[in-house]
């Protein structure tokens, strides 16, 4: 039998973000329990949009690009059609602006996934990994508050029986209607809109090709319906119903809205099916076989705070709003991301347990805007409920219509988000006098201007690795290097030498124990490589790697990058003191003195 291991951290709940965390964690050896109170793993497609932002992290949890396409597909284009048939198409279009295609991007739109796939996926990563979800064990309660660790108790449902667990930390991963953020006393701010729901559904279709978004009726797009068929629209009754490809086969996510909706009436595969036929008027569409029908209730709400003491929140437990948008379980693995690596360092004593307070700092102030911009464009969507626009929208089939209600501009990527004025992220280059762009007002945490700073997101690169790392097969890249469990130290040495003392000072005040360094050489470099223990040579044969990190010239000619274990670039560093004084800032003085000795 397996050694049992006393867990570091409970993690309630394994939804995307209790799993993302559990394997995050299990990723930096961090022994972790995760419970759900379920029986069973949960069926159904819920979240179906993976942002390229998320995409992007799953090389650091394992998940290979052939594993995302095995199940995913690139986000089809959304399709209207005309009423009454249902037939003719009016408009097909991207319903969120591609990201424009360059070596730092590697994925340039979401790709579509049912959320129980994904979640089967990393149960398997977990699994792997020899930690299993255990179902049917539900938090209770926990006994104490305060900075103690926390004492839970959790009711094993099967066999009737309750068990008090002591843990160093507790995340309550457990969705908006858990426990957690009671039992943490923390409020839960904003509001419900029962007026606003939507059915949803999973459905396996005979009679459309799974090449479009399909979208009928006269809700979303009331005024479009209105100004090319005025007569065929009965306002009393708009109502649009949807279907979504749900990967490579003819599943779909069915999805009515509309204010006459009857939701308590449409309960059965039945009545869907009959509702899609009254709307759609494609009676040569029928339903197979319906897996699961729920109905959505609008609730755009944030937590006062993350963290309580030893306690934090993640996920929708701490943040719920509208589907419309596809960020919630985009940001609740961002959550998982950015505070796996901090409770690693704190759980190993290499950093202060103060370190966890950035947290909440880094995670707020982004997920206000998400809520923000998903409300917005919720009510964009929803604000025909009660009639039309005054304005035709175009009517011609277009590529990119941003007039579209439904259309999101290339932020919802999340590849803007950033931690910039985060308490833990430190500029060599930007002086004590100068204020850094992230703590002034009207700052944005999703977009973020062209020139990198610390706090934003790390782009990506093409390297040719001197000499070769067996371990990084087919086309090489940054992100490829990098990983869960150690920051990485990109030295850019420019043009000048190898033999530097400049270059050379840098790798005396690299923590190794939990940091790795990459020196990025310019594509032009045909220095003789040196060796240095724990340092790998990689070539910027594109030339987007110094561009991109706004490096390399002029004063910049040395400068070193320090990029995060959730691929931040947390410090950007000119001189060795710059770089110590980033590692001071985040393990704390002792914290880096202490691995500095081992
Ligand atoms: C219709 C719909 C469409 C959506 N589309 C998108 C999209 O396209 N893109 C996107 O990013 N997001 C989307 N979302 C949002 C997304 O589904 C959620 O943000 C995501 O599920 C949140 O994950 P989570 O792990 O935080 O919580 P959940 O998935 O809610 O998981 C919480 C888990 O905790 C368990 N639990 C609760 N209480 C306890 C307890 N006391 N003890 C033990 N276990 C407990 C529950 O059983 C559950 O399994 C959509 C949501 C809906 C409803």
Redesign the pocket.
Known sequence: MAEQVEPAVLI????????VLALHLRLNNVPVRI????PEF?IGS??????PRTLEQFSLLGITREEIFESGVVAHQMRIYAPPAGTTAVKTFNFQEPLESRPSVPFTQPVTMS?DIFESILRSKLEALGTKVELG????SILNIGDEPPVAELHHIKENRTEMLKVPYLVG????????RQLFSIPFLGETREADK?K?ADVETDGITNEFWHMWGSFATAALDFFIFPSSIDLKHVSSVGLKPLGHGNKFQYQLVGPKVNHEALQTAEDLQNEFWEISGRKDITFKNVTWI?T?RGNMRLAQSLQSGRRFL????GH?HS?AG???????ILDAINLSWKLALVHNHHASPSLLDSYESERLPVIAEMLDLTTALHEKVWENKNGIDSKPPPLEATKEDSTDPMYRPKHFSQIGVNYRGSPIVFDERVSSSQESEGEGSGTSFYHSSTTLQAGDRAPDAELTFTPEIPSLKGPQTLFSFFTPHSHTILIFPGTSSLKSEKFVDFFSAIPWAIAQALVVLPKESEEEIPIISGCQFGKDVAGSAYADYGVGSGAWEHTAVVVRPDGIPGGFAKSVGGLKTYFEKLLGVDGYRMLMSL
Do not use: F, H, Y
């Open positions: 309630v709940g394994a939804g995307p973000s209790g799993l419970i759900d109170k379920q949960s819920r979240a179906t949009l993976i942002q959320q064990v539900e938090l209770k991963a457990d969705g908006a209607k858990g426990v957690c939507m949803i729920t959505w993640i996920g929708d437990a719920c589907p596809g960020q919630g379980m985009n940001t609740s």
